[in-house]
């Protein structure tokens, strides 16, 4: 079936570095991807989304790369600080366009002093 | 704050029992998803509602339901509980048109 899955359940980096948090998508129909980041005791939180038709797109200290000839998409956090430490998790549209969310099983970025 | 709102944050119940949940949308947005999140399932879509019509269904039991009304608020009624239905239960919203969903605090339910 379909699925979504991160290579790395736990990514320890020391604060002010760049983090890496990759993800493997299955689903070749998908043409939406999103990442969330979700803190302890708290809903999923956006970062970042990108269309098929995109193979980079940029946001405030995040950069989303797209290889659809692989399935890949990972999510670079530049000058990682404490905040960013939590679960990120990837997720695709599936099916064509349709707006239910595929999610991965989510990478834990832990930011070490 | 996304904007979304749920109650309650917390239910604490029994197997066998009903439950329902309250999501409201951000002002505007028309659809709304819910999503089950458990520690061996993972993010898991349950069912989309687009201006009070079922839109998409994902793996849903036949023991939960859900409603979107007049007013874009949306309830999702679980029954029968099992143990195993104990989870974090998030309600997302998005604006017509965009992918982007805007998730909720969650209600954490518990069933014992």
């Known amino acids: ?113 | 704050d996304s904007g979304v709102t749920q109650t309650p944050k917390h239910l604490i119940t029994a197997t066998g029992q009903r439950v329902t949940l309250r999501c409201s949308p951000r002002s505007g947005d028309l659809s709304v998803y819910w999503y089950q999140q458990s520690l061996d399932q993972g993010l898991q879509f349950l069912i989309q509602y687009y201006n009070g019509e079922e839109r998409a269904k994902g793996n849903i039991l036949e023991r939960f339901s859900a409603q979107q009304f007049p007013d874009l608020h949306s309830e999702l009624n679980l029954s029968s509980l099992e143990l195993g239905d104990s989870a974090l239960y998030f309600c997302a919203s998005s604006p017509r048109g965009y992918n982007e969903q805007f998730f909720g605090p969650g209600t954490r339910l518990t069933v014992l």
């Not at chain 1, 079936?1 to 736990?10: F, K, N, R």
């Not at chain 1, 983090?19 to 979700?38: E, L, P, T, V």
């Open chain 1, 1 to 113: 079936g379909e699925s979504v899955g991160l290579h790395l359940p736990t990514l320890s980096v020391q604060e002010g570095d760049n983090s890496i948090i990759n993800c493997a998508y299955s689903n070749s129909a998908s043409d939406y991807f999103i990442w969330y980041k979700q803190e302890s005791g708290k809903g999923p939180q956006f970062i970042i989304d990108i269309r098929s038709n995109m193979d980079k797109r940029q946001g405030q200290r995040v950069t989303v790369l797209l290889n659809k000839t692989v399935k890949h998409l990972s999510l670079q956090i530049a000058a990682t600080q404490p905040g960013d430490s939590a679960v990120y998790f990837c997720a695709e549209n599936g099916e064509g366009g349709g707006n239910k969310l595929t999610f991965g099983t989510g990478t834990q970025l832990k930011v070490e002093l």
